[in-house]
């Protein structure tokens, strides 16, 4: 099975001990902020989804 955006944002906190929800919170959508400016990330995931963008 391919990986997903939720494993990408995983694999980039893994080792995160965060200090609190707000600290968890923040490292998710900054981690969730790199995937979107790398396009091919994306791309693969939706590929691997099998979901048809295009309609």
């Not at 391919?2 to 990408?8: V, Y």
């Not at 900054?30 to 994306?42: E, M, N, V």
Request: with cysteine; aromatic share 4%.
């Amino acid at each position: 099975m391919g990986k997903g955006i939720w494993d990408l944002v995983k694999r980039g906190i893994v080792n995160l001990a965060a200090a609190n929800v707000d600290h968890l919170a923040k490292a998710v959508r900054t981690r969730l902020k790199k995937i979107q400016y790398r396009p091919h990330l994306i791309d693969g995931c939706l590929a691997q989804s099998g979901l048809d963008i295009n309609d």
